[in-house]
């Protein structure tokens, strides 16, 4: 029965279908469905890693073992992963195993929009790009067989829109694929000699997958009028067709990497003028142009953010549909952290302390806004540890009394561990601030090491934050609940002052985890509200000003009481 699905929920389905048995992932925007969805098959065990790189090398541990397996991460959680995925891709696997990456075009969610396709390129991986839904249930399950045909790792690339959007699928059965008995083979050490040997096995299956690539059913020539030809891939190929229709010629890519050769050449020859439409980095007309097509491509469409079918009409001079317009000027809304967020009250503390901070990957990253602006940078995940000691190392004392990092509680395990490491090693009196909100917050609340449950909510080993602190070296660690703003305030002032390196946990569960018991909203006393607005610089949502009194929205409080803390009146109370 055919039923609308939404893209990643289609790439489980696919994966699901084909016989995959594992799956190790990192939770990451706009790909942590693929893993969510797969999770609701009992066949198929699945699991959150501590990052992306334990991801993939775990995924091909079980395809050593004779399992289909898979990972999923976001873009910039390819980054990451890029360590083991060379090495991967010269030593080869049992059984197949296929990576899920999702690009983020239009940075929705993420601090840059890189380009996956080069890391297909770079590794020499094969990539498959599904336009739709339909085709991520079809390419999911092909990549395994193309894994397992030309003994490789594949891609999957999806992006945010054919990853959130919802089109068509017919399901079909599961395929239950025998384990591979594993084989002991000395070649797949990758180190001198047999490192060489790989690589020239690996230029040669990349010759097999060009010639693959010509007849391969994931390209496709839709032939129409032949004034205008288009070469496109993914959310453009449908963009294009909403454009012109049966009004041109279309090749449409589906095998990314590596891409056929007498495939463009044939089509390029077929038509009048060859257009390339492709989001991002201009992977096909570069190939194009290597081929000796002449074509235009980025000198039409821009090489930033994510294109639409208006986008493409306005870049091509056609004429652009009217829509519906409000003459009225909406004001903005930018991001807030939510009413009650724990990380509220520490944030408005560094403000208080005016620290230089250096932010990390998270809901968190919102401390950046107004009013509390509180982060000065961020980069990635973990960099706030490593770099607010090397921000140390260089300014000295001045500024180990006035910076901090701080990062929350799964980013830590992901990746900022190392990074106090570095800290305690190299001795910078620098204070690391852990945002411990129970949960994996930005990505819509998935477990992680530190909560004690695993993937399907089960019981799991827990990590010991404090402990851990103190194992790698740490002798002053400690514990506030961020609601409390004098604890906090004691907290930052004495570890600022301290002379070795020290760490502030910030514990309390994110408002939004469910079950959460709330107390009951808060009330403004108008008789004793004076209006000094006080109560506002906390930044809370729940929390307006009306007729120079403040007013407290019952909807959103949750009765965390942070604003009374700042009401010098006692205007704020239950």
Same mark, same amino acid.
Request: proline share 6%; glycine share 8%.
């Given at each position: 029965?055919?039923? @609308?699905?939404?893209?990643?929920?289609?790439?489980?389905?696919?994966?699901?279908? $084909?016989?995959?048995?594992?799956?190790?992932?990192?939770?990451?925007?706009?790909?942590?469905?693929?893993?969510?969805?797969?999770?609701?098959?009992?066949?198929?065990?699945?699991?959150?890693?501590?990052?992306?790189?334990?991801?993939?090398?775990?995924?091909?541990?079980?395809?050593?073992?004779?399992?289909?397996?898979?990972?999923?991460?976001?873009?910039?959680? &390819?980054?990451?992963?890029?360590?083991? &995925? =060379?090495?991967?891709?010269?030593?080869?696997?049992?059984?197949?195993?296929?990576?899920?990456?999702? %690009?983020?075009?239009?940075?929705?969610?993420?601090?840059?929009?890189?380009?996956?396709?080069?890391?297909?390129?770079?590794?020499?991986?094969?990539?498959?790009?599904?336009?739709?839904?339909?085709?991520?249930?079809?390419?999911?399950?092909?990549?395994?067989?193309?894994?397992?045909?030309?003994?490789?790792?594949?891609?999957?690339?999806?992006?945010?829109?054919?990853?959130?959007?919802?089109?068509?699928?017919?399901?079909?059965?599961?395929?239950?694929?025998? @384990?591979?008995?594993?084989?002991?083979?000395?070649?797949?050490?990758?180190?001198?000699?047999?490192?060489?040997?790989?690589?020239?096995?690996?230029?040669?299956?990349?010759?097999?997958?060009?010639?693959?690539?010509?007849?391969?059913?994931?390209? *496709?020539?839709?032939?129409?009028? *032949?004034?205008?030809?288009?070469?496109?891939?993914?959310?453009?190929?449908?963009?294009?067709?909403?454009?012109?229709?049966?009004?041109?010629?279309?090749?449409?890519?589906?095998?990314? =990497?590596?891409?056929?050769?007498?495939?463009?050449?044939? =089509?390029?020859?077929?038509?009048?003028?060859?257009?390339?439409?492709?989001?991002?980095?201009?992977?096909?007309?570069?190939?194009?142009? *290597?081929?000796?097509?002449?074509?235009?491509?980025?000198?039409?469409? +821009?090489?930033?953010?994510?294109?639409?079918?208006?986008?493409?009409?306005?870049?091509?001079?056609?004429?652009?549909?009217?829509?519906?317009?409000?003459? %009225?000027?909406?004001?903005?809304?930018?991001?807030?952290?939510?009413?009650?967020?724990?990380?509220?009250?520490?944030?408005?503390? @560094?403000?208080?302390?005016?620290?230089?901070?250096?932010?990390?990957?998270?809901?968190?990253? &919102?401390? $950046?806004?107004?009013?509390?602006?509180?982060?000065? @940078?961020?980069?990635?995940?973990?960099?706030?540890?490593?770099?607010?000691?090397? =921000?140390?190392?260089?300014?000295?004392?001045?500024?180990?009394?006035?910076?901090?990092?701080?990062?929350?509680?799964?980013?830590?395990?992901?990746?900022?561990?190392?990074?106090?490491?570095?800290? $305690?090693?190299?001795?910078?009196?620098?204070?690391?601030?852990?945002?411990?909100?129970?949960?994996?917050?930005?990505?819509?609340?998935?477990?992680?090491?530190?909560?004690?449950?695993?993937?399907?909510?089960?019981?799991?080993?827990?990590?010991?934050?404090?402990?851990?602190?103190?194992?790698?070296?740490?002798?002053?660690?400690?514990?506030?609940?961020?609601?409390?703003?004098?604890?906090?305030?004691?907290?930052?002032?004495?570890?600022?002052?301290?002379?070795?390196?020290?760490?502030?946990?910030?514990?309390? +569960?994110?408002?939004?985890?469910?079950?959460?018991?709330?107390?009951?909203? &808060?009330?403004?006393?108008?008789?004793?509200?004076?209006?000094? *607005?006080?109560?506002?610089?906390?930044?809370?949502?729940?929390?307006?000003?009306?007729?120079?009194?403040?007013?407290?929205?019952?909807?959103?409080?949750?009765?965390?009481?942070?604003?009374?803390?700042?009401?010098?009146?006692?205007?704020?109370?239950?």
């Amino acid at each position: 029965m055919k039923e @609308l699905m939404l893209g990643n929920k289609a790439v489980a389905r696919g994966l699901y279908e $084909a016989g995959c048995r594992f799956i190790s992932s990192y939770p990451g925007t706009p790909s942590t469905e693929i893993t969510e969805e797969a999770a609701l098959y009992d066949e198929i065990y699945c699991e959150w890693a501590p990052n992306e790189k334990v991801a993939l090398e775990a995924a091909h541990g079980a395809s050593l073992g004779g399992a289909r397996a898979a990972c999923a991460m976001k873009h910039v959680g &390819l980054n990451v992963a890029a360590d083991p &995925l =060379f090495s991967i891709s010269y030593q080869g696997l049992n059984a197949g195993l296929v990576i899920c990456v999702a %690009d983020d075009p239009g940075m929705h969610s993420s601090q840059n929009e890189q380009d996956s396709r080069h890391y297909a390129k770079a590794a020499k991986v094969p990539m498959l790009e599904p336009s739709d839904s339909a085709e991520a249930v079809t390419f999911a399950k092909a990549a395994f067989e193309i894994s397992e045909e030309f003994n490789t790792p594949v891609f999957l690339k999806m992006c945010t829109r054919v990853a959130h959007s919802q089109s068509v699928v017919e399901p079909g059965s599961r395929e239950e694929v025998p @384990l591979v008995p594993y084989v002991k083979d000395p070649t797949k050490v990758m180190m001198t000699a047999n490192s060489r040997n790989a690589h020239v096995r690996v230029e040669k299956r990349t010759k097999d997958l060009i010639a693959w690539a010509e007849t391969c059913p994931f390209n *496709r020539v839709e032939a129409g009028r *032949r004034e205008i030809g288009v070469i496109c891939d993914s959310t453009s190929y449908q963009y294009a067709r909403e454009v012109f229709g049966d009004g041109a010629s279309y090749l449409k890519i589906g095998l990314v =990497f590596p891409l056929a050769e007498k495939l463009f050449l044939d =089509f390029a020859a077929s038509v009048d003028r060859v257009i390339v439409l492709e989001e991002l980095d201009p992977v096909l007309e570069e190939h194009c142009r *290597r081929l000796g097509i002449a074509v235009e491509g980025k000198s039409l469409f +821009p090489v930033c953010g994510e294109f639409s079918q208006n986008l493409v009409r306005s870049c091509l001079g056609l004429s652009v549909p009217s829509s519906v317009s409000i003459e %009225d000027p909406i004001p903005a809304r930018p991001p807030v952290m939510c009413a009650g967020c724990p990380h509220r009250g520490m944030f408005y503390t @560094l403000k208080k302390h005016d620290c230089m901070v250096y932010g990390d990957i998270g809901c968190y990253t &919102l401390g $950046a806004l107004a009013p509390l602006n509180s982060m000065d @940078l961020n980069v990635c995940m973990g960099a706030s540890c490593s770099g607010l000691h090397g =921000f140390n190392k260089a300014i000295g004392p001045e500024a180990e009394r006035h910076s901090v990092g701080v990062i929350g509680d799964s980013t830590f395990i992901h990746s900022g561990i190392t990074g106090i490491i570095d800290i $305690a090693y190299n001795m910078t009196n620098s204070t690391v601030i852990i945002l411990d909100n129970s949960i994996t917050g930005m990505t819509g609340h998935q477990q992680n090491p530190t909560t004690g449950k695993n993937l399907r909510g089960d019981p799991a080993g827990k990590v010991d934050l404090e402990a851990l602190c103190h194992a790698v070296g740490f002798r002053r660690v400690r514990v506030v609940d961020p609601y409390d703003l004098a604890a906090a305030d004691e907290a930052l002032t004495e570890e600022l002052a301290a002379e070795e390196p020290s760490v502030i946990i910030s514990r309390r +569960p994110c408002v939004m985890i469910k079950g959460t018991v709330h107390k009951p909203p &808060l009330s403004v006393d108008e008789d004793k509200c004076v209006g000094c *607005r006080s109560c506002m610089k906390i930044g809370c949502p729940a929390i307006s000003v009306q007729n120079k009194k403040a007013r407290i929205d019952p909807t959103q409080c949750i009765g965390c009481g942070v604003c009374t803390q700042m009401c010098r009146f006692g205007a704020l109370a239950e």
